[in-house]
């Protein structure tokens, strides 16, 4: 089992810089794929980064984000950022944390066995 908490949400003009953390619990960290997805009210739930634990942590971005946020995982503190540059008012959703033991990185989110509670975050214009 593995045990995610997220933090760093919050309200952010249009331009500027969130940094999201998510805590990993349990089970072995560093063997975990880690994604970062969101949800806006009346959407569904949408992939935004991952970072693999394999091939040196390779990571895959949404075209939506792509140069403009950087997921990065540190396993000595179990733990993977999500650093948001650049945000926009379409950026505004609850952001969840999510890790898959599977064997290459994914972007479904049903490809992901444990989820976070989520950190609201919302960018005004």
């Known amino acids: 089992q593995v045990h995610l908490v997220e933090s760093g949400g919050g309200l952010v003009q249009a ?9 990993a619990f349990g089970r072995a960290f560093s063997r975990l794929h880690m994604g970062w997805f ?7 739930r949408e992939f935004v980064a991952v970072i693999s634990w394999r091939s040196s942590g390779s990571t ?12 990065s995982r ?3 503190k179990n733990t993977v950022y999500l650093q948001m540059n650049s945000l926009k008012s379409e950026d505004t959703a609850v952001y969840y944390c999510a890790a ?6 994914a972007t479904p989110p049903s490809r992901y066995e ?6 609201q975050v919302t960018v005004s214009s």
Not at 15 to 23: D, F, I, K, N, T
Not at 60 to 71: E, H, L, M
């Open 60 to 71: 895959y971005y949404a075209d939506s984000v792509k140069g403009r946020f950087t997921i």
């Open 114 to 119: 444990y989820w976070g509670q989520g950190t």
């Open 15 to 23: 331009g500027g810089s969130l940094r999201l953390s998510c805590a």
């Open 38 to 44: 969101r949800q806006a009210p009346g959407k569904e």
């Open 74 to 76: 540190d396993n000595a």
């Open 100 to 105: 898959d033991s599977g064997v290459v990185a």
